[in-house]
T-cell receptor, first 114, second 114 residues
Framework: QKEVEQNSGPLSVPEGAIASLNCTYSDRGSQSFFWYRQYSGKSPELIMSIYSNGDKEDGRFTAQLNKASQYVSLLIRDSQPSDSATYLCAVWGVNSSNTGKLIFGQGTTLQVKP | GAGVSQTPSNKVTEKGKYVELRCDPISGHTALYWYRQSLGQGPEFLIYFQGTGAADDSGLPNDRFFAVRPEGSVSTLKIQRTERGDSAVYLC????????????FGAGTRLSVL
């Protein structure tokens, strides 16, 4: 079992729709969770971080965390073609407290069609 | 600087050669990370520095890989006797502190070993 799992997609949504991206993780002691956006040929860009159960909203983005289910998601409202990218879920686990190691999923490719 | 700077942006080398990849982190960031990203995959952790010392080098694939950060700022990733399987994008990231709000990535160095 991979430490952080994402469906590679592609996930295709029409412009204006809600895109829902999901991620599961295996380390129950994980503490911090991040979503990165990566455009083709570019470096990952941090877009959201979440540390406690529940929802965290930032503009059109909402991160959701459920530690009991070991599940984190990212919702993108009013999706735009410019949101088309690969979204990487990253987890900071209990073993990372002294190491700084982020564990990444393989990423989900999102396509927003005009 | 304003962001994480990596040089060169592209490096083509022949099998068996030695290469050095440079990373200049965000000013004031004490934590520095190296990751490797293969096509279609998320970044894979290589090594983490807190200040001048390597706090965790568990991700280095073998002893051909080595990294230094002698003055606690710029870091160099060194690869000896390169192999075709070393071809990937090498990403550097920095954060204000370990476990801080997130890691910020440079544009990466695309290494191609022929």
């Amino acid at each position: 079992q991979k430490e952080v799992e994402q469906n590679s997609g592609p996930l295709s949504v029409p412009e204006g729709a809600i895109a829902s991206l999901n991620c599961t993780y295996s380390d129950r002691g994980s503490q911090s969770f991040f979503w990165y956006r990566q455009y083709s040929g570019k470096s990952p860009e941090l877009i959201m971080s979440i540390y406690s159960n529940g929802d965290k909203e930032d503009g059109r983005f909402t991160a959701q965390l459920n530690k009991a289910s070991q599940y984190v998601s990212l919702l993108i409202r009013d999706s735009q073609p410019s949101d088309s990218a690969t979204y990487l879920c990253a987890v900071w686990g209990v073993n990372s407290s002294n190491t700084g190691k982020l564990i990444f999923g393989q990423g989900t490719t999102l396509q927003v069609k005009p | 600087g304003a962001g994480v700077s990596q040089t060169p942006s592209n490096k083509v080398t022949e099998k068996g050669k030695y290469v050095e990849l440079r990373c200049d982190p965000i000013s004031g960031h004490t934590a520095l990370y190296w990751y490797r990203q293969s096509l279609g995959q998320g970044p894979e952790f290589l090594i983490y520095f807190q200040g001048t010392g390597a706090a965790d080098d568990s991700g280095l694939p073998n002893d051909r890989f080595f990294a230094v950060r002698p003055e606690g700022s710029v870091s160099t990733l060194k690869i000896q006797r390169t192999e075709r399987g070393d071809s990937a994008v090498y990403l550097c990231a920095s954060s204000l502190t370990t476990g801080g709000p997130g890691q910020y990535f440079g544009a990466g160095t695309r290494l191609s070993v022929l």
